[in-house]
């Protein structure tokens, strides 16, 4: 009987608890054919990401967040689960905003909401491993005044599915969001992993990124140029990245969408990794919580005689 009054009572504070947060559920799938391969082209059904999570608020301006990821593993199952959010968010004033625990990262936000495709392409940042999407640590956002934000992160630096190092090292970073008008952004932003050593070949990573927003009900462009200073704290080896991209808006849910990345570096030292990418794609709002996206994704390689890779993929966003 007493098992029974404390499973009862334990469903009982759950239920109050659901009925008080708000759970979401986010799905990425894809239907995709390889163009550039005339004979036993490669073809798959995939279920690239799962997002699972529920949102609560407290009292006095407090609200917690959690959000596991269900994806990829190389070192085991397809589908593992990870903890990417579990994170505490403190809003001390209209003007002031803290988050601390397992956090979305500052590190590219501003640029994959611009893009906005992001269950069909991650942002550059993202694809390229330049930064991870959350880390366990603390930041804060600050806003000066209606046009201006400054916010800042300290972070374990090694990303959301790895422990922090032995060495204790913390990646720190601090940005500026100016928002021009009504539809213009601008956003900097400065990313700092410090070296382990200090021998003649070691300095300090460095990410830097300018990005540029503009929206209207028609279109939307944006741009953003990334440039990392001693990859991997390896003195001189620097690289660049660029990602531009637009969305056309017609009538019905439909819009026409594109995309264009070019990657380098310096002396060539990455050259596997270099190349050029685009998206050329047309997207089809189903109903509301629904998206389907039909898309061209084409790589060209930096390399000396690089064949172009071609991939018709359909993707589908459905959340809820």
């Not at 366990?136 to 959301?160: C, F, M, P, R, W």
């Not at 389907?292 to 018709?312: K, P």
């Amino acid at each position: 009987m007493r098992t029974t009054l404390l499973t009862l009572a334990f469903l009982t504070f759950g239920f109050n608890a659901m009925a008080q947060g708000q759970p979401h559920a986010k799905i990425f799938s894809n239907f995709n054919y390889d163009l550039s391969s005339e004979d036993d082209a490669f073809k798959a059904f995939e279920i690239n990401r799962a997002y699972l999570g529920y949102g609560y608020k407290f009292e006095n301006n407090f609200s917690a967040k959690i959000t596991f990821d269900v994806g990829s593993n190389n070192s085991g199952s397809a589908y593992t689960a990870f903890l990417k959010i579990a994170s505490l968010n403190w809003k001390a004033s209209d003007k002031i905003s803290v988050n601390f625990g397992q956090i979305g990262t500052k590190n590219f936000k501003f640029m994959e909401k611009a893009w906005g495709y992001r269950y069909i392409y991650k942002s550059f940042q993202d694809k390229q491993k330049w930064a991870s999407s959350a880390d366990i640590g603390v930041s804060a956002d600050y806003k000066i005044n209606n046009k201006l934000t400054l916010d800042a992160q300290i972070l374990n630096g090694e990303g959301y599915k790895k422990e922090q190092e032995s060495n204790g090292l913390f990646r720190g970073s601090a940005g500026l969001t100016y928002k021009a008008s009504e539809n213009l952004a601008l956003r900097l932003h400065r990313d700092i992993s410090p070296r382990e050593t200090y021998g003649e070949n070691a300095e300090h990573q460095n990410i830097s990124t300018a990005a540029m927003a503009y929206f209207t009900d028609d279109y939307t462009l944006g741009l953003e140029y990334n440039l990392r200073e001693n990859t991997n704290n390896v003195l001189d080896n620097n690289s660049t990245g660029l990602s531009a991209y637009m969305t056309y808006r017609l009538n019905n849910g439909l819009s026409f969408f594109g995309r264009y990345d070019e990657m380098s570096s310096d002396e060539d030292w990455n050259i596997t990794k270099d190349g050029t990418f685009t998206i050329f794609g047309i997207e089809k709002q189903m109903t509301k919580g629904v998206k389907v996206a039909a898309n061209i994704q084409s790589f060209q390689g930096a390399e000396a005689n690089a064949e172009q890779q071609n991939t018709f993929f359909l993707n589908l966003e459905y959340k809820f």
